[in-house]
């Protein structure tokens, strides 16, 4: 699909990936943003954010609950107009963003140290402990400064907002966890928002990016690394590394009972490995890698 108005020597290595929905008023500022986390050379990360031309494909995108309605619809590629490069000190390591607005974002650092310094992240990834080599973090852009929102994450890793903008969801991958967050925005003055942890969701697996149901948005899916020295093998000598998906019914209050999970599928790595997000659409499971070239659809089993 184009990518449109690139500045000269634009360099693109993507990673996280979001979509901010817009309003469809027409008005170009508030048409739909696409946000990409780029990897730059030498330690470099920024957010790469695009406009969306509204075609029938770009809309077709943004909601999939419409599917059956625009069935017969010509699909055609939507491009990607090039709208800016948002940079931050605070962007480390960036890993997944989650758009909020046309210009404004969250988005997780997996480590304390950049992609070059590669002892120190070593030292992150296999000693345990939740204040010293636990660095990855979460900041937030709103528009005009970015913000440390929690720091001492074990491997920051998928970031969720959801629909209402009330919850923040972030998967820390090394502590097998995901944390539900409350947002508290201060509308009185010109301040940070905070964070205030609601629940955090004991998995027992490697957590890694998410996706909201459709219909449902007390319904959250996750696509995991079961064993995570496989995936680093996988990484390096492409060997085969167990793919996991999880269906996670969400808590609807503090009040409530916990949140609960459920394992949709749990797969050796043979035909697809190192899942990393997962998620139900018209009754179909589908899996995406992290590297393999391909995804899986299958037919949920019903029990």
Not at 45 to 52: L, N, Q, V
Not at 178 to 200: K, M
Not at 272 to 292: K, R
Request: aromatic share 8%; charged share 20%.
């Amino acid at each position: 699909m184009p990518l449109l108005n690139l500045p000269d020597s634009f360099f693109l290595s993507p990673h996280g990936l979001s979509i901010w929905k817009g309003s469809h008023s027409g008005d170009q500022s508030q048409s739909p943003r696409l946000f990409v986390v780029n990897h730059l050379p030498h330690d470099l990360d920024t957010i790469e954010i695009f406009r969306i031309s509204l075609s029938p494909l770009s809309l077709f995108v943004l909601d999939l609950s419409l599917e059956r309605e625009r069935e017969g619809t010509d699909l055609r590629c939507c491009n990607r107009i090039h709208v800016e490069t948002i940079m931050s000190d605070t962007f480390i390591s960036l890993n997944d963003v989650a758009a909020t607005g046309p210009r404004s974002f969250f988005a997780t650092n997996d480590m304390g140290s950049p992609r070059s310094a590669e002892f120190s992240r070593l030292l992150e990834m296999l000693i345990p402990g939740k204040i010293v080599f636990s660095r990855g973090s979460v900041v937030h852009f709103d528009g005009k400064q970015s913000n440390f929102v929690l720091v001492h994450q074990r491997m920051a890793n998928g970031i969720e907002v959801s629909p209402d903008h009330s919850k923040l969801f972030v998967a820390e991958t090394l502590s097998n966890q995901i944390g539900v967050y409350e947002i508290n925005y201060d509308h009185s003055q010109d301040s940070p928002l905070t964070l205030s942890l609601l629940e955090t969701i004991e998995t027992g697996t490697g957590v890694d990016n998410f996706q909201l149901d459709l219909v449902d948005p007390n319904v959250l899916y996750v696509g995991c690394h079961p064993r995570l020295f496989d995936f680093v093998g996988h990484a390096i000598f492409h060997t085969f590394s167990p793919s996991e998906i999880l269906k996670i019914r969400l808590a609807t209050s503090p009040s409530s009972s916990p949140s609960t999970v459920e394992r949709l599928a749990l797969l050796h790595g043979s035909v697809i490995s190192a899942s990393s997000v997962g998620g139900i659409f018209d009754g179909l499971l589908i899996i995406a890698p992290v590297f393999d070239p391909h995804i899986l659809v299958c037919e949920p089993k019903k029990l």
